[in-house]
T-cell receptor, first 114, second 113 residues
Framework: ETGVTQTPRHLVMGMTNKKSLKCEQHLGHNAMYWYKQSAKKPLELMFVYSLEERVENNSVPSRFSPECPNSSHLFLHLHTLQPEDSALYLC?????????????FGNGTRLTVT | GNSVTQMEGPVTLSEEAFLTINCTYT??????LFWYVQYPGEGLQLLLK?????DKGSNKGFEATYRKETTSFHLEKGSVQVSDSAVYFC????????????FGQGTELSVKP
């Protein structure tokens, strides 16, 4: 398998649930990202990991908790979410965080919070 | 701060029509510019890029030229196909942002047979 794989593709959760999104990249990249895509809004960068260290946290609420156990895997742990957190969550990877390292995206997890 | 502005969609065209999607940017320094495409139900894919002024990026019949004087990076295609229906995102990154991309809001393109 190649590229960036995200699971699950769809997730429905209540506000009191705890769930996790998973991302795996098979490209040998050393940087991974979480983006949030909401309708009619630009993509929002949430977290950046480079060589398994978090290098960016864009004022994301603590109900979102990332984890990067190694350079191939990235998780987003979710707890006590709000309905406005419903969105498409996209994982991406790149060779580095250098200027012209293009991002490779997964197909996303469509999250609905009820 | 740095930002990207795209023309509002949706854009609806007939097959074989000429496409232009406008993109302008604001950036300090010398950004690299990108177009990404998102097909229905998928993530974003890099379509083309340009890293310095007057560079032309091209791929799959799409082109965009980095115009520093007008701070623009408009996407063009001479003859669109139904399969080009997707959402197109303009994006930039600069050295002082460590490569993190700033995206425009996306422009939806719908091509009718």
């Amino acid at each position: 398998e190649t590229g960036v794989t995200q699971t699950p593709r769809h997730l429905v959760m209540g506000m009191t649930n705890k769930k996790s999104l998973k991302c795996e990249q098979h490209l040998g990249h050393n940087a991974m990202y979480w983006y949030k895509q909401s309708a009619k809004k630009p993509l929002e960068l949430m977290f950046v990991y480079s060589l398994e260290e978090r290098v960016e946290n864009n004022s994301v609420p603590s109900r979102f908790s990332p984890e990067c156990p190694n350079s191939s895997h990235l998780f987003l742990h979710l707890h006590t979410l709000q309905p406005e957190d419903s969105a498409l969550y996209l994982c991406a990877s790149s060779q580095g965080t250098g200027e012209v390292s293009p991002l490779h995206f997964g197909n996303g997890t469509r999250l609905t919070v009820t | 701060g740095n930002s990207v502005t795209q023309m509002e969609g949706p854009v609806t065209l007939s097959e074989e029509a000429f496409l232009t999607i406008n993109c302008t940017y604001t950036a300090t320094g010398y950004p690299s510019l990108f177009w990404y495409v998102q097909y229905p139900g998928e993530g974003l894919q890099l379509l083309l890029k340009a890293t310095k002024a007057d560079d032309k990026g091209s791929n799959k019949g799409f082109e965009a030229t980095y115009r520093k004087e007008t701070t623009s990076f408009h996407l063009e295609k001479g003859s669109v196909q139904v399969s080009d229906s997707a959402v197109y995102f303009c994006a930039l990154t600069t050295y002082n942002q460590g490569g993190k991309l700033i995206f425009g809001q996306g422009t939806e393109l719908s091509v009718k047979p």
